[in-house]
């Protein structure tokens, strides 16, 4: 008798090779997003852990660019459970975001002009490493909204249809 060797089944990436931990889905509905740039985050342990147990909030979020540097506000990462109150981290304390000096310098020029802000989209583990997704965005007014509206329901009444059929 032959033995048959056992493979271990390892979990599939998903498609884009990124699982999604956090999203801000507020972000495309309140701002018109103009371009998106990726940027790494200077995290603490503590952040890590709580990050890959999907205990991240981006709705009040939101990245400032300073002296160089950009730097991600408002963001609420919950405390890691497992650790003393002495070692864990500050849940809504400023996190500075990694970009190359190109991509920074474009952004300074972009957020100085008149109504342009930086809001986190995603966030999301790649190869390991925990990223944002920050978008250059406007803010919508009003009559925008209900468009925005308008367009999903129209997408929606156009795929009920086409179901039927």
């Known amino acids: 008798m032959a033995k048959s060797k056992k493979s271990k089944a390892k979990p599939a990436p998903s498609a884009d090779g990124y699982k999604v931990i956090g999203d801000n889905r507020k972000a495309r509905f309140q701002y018109e997003i103009l371009d998106t740039y990726e940027a790494g985050i200077e995290l603490l342990g503590t952040e890590v852990k709580s990050i890959r147990q999907g205990k991240v909030n981006l709705g009040d979020g939101y990245a400032l660019v300073r002296d160089g540097e950009v730097w991600l506000m408002g963001v609420h990462i919950s405390p890691w459970q497992m650790a003393g109150q002495y070692f864990n981290h500050e849940p809504r304390r400023t996190r500075k975001l990694l970009m190359r000096r ?43 909204k209900r468009e925005t509206l308008k367009k999903k329901q129209e997408k929606r009444d156009i795929a009920r249809e086409l179901k039927n059929y």
């Not at 930086?118 to 009559?143: A, E, F, M, Q, T």
């Open 102 to 144: 190109e991509e920074i310098r474009k952004l300074i020029g972009k957020v100085e002009e008149k109504g342009l802000t930086l809001v986190p989209l995603k966030l999301y583990l790649k190869r390991g490493w925990v990223k944002v997704s920050i978008g250059l965005g406007r803010g919508k007014n009003l009559h925008d």
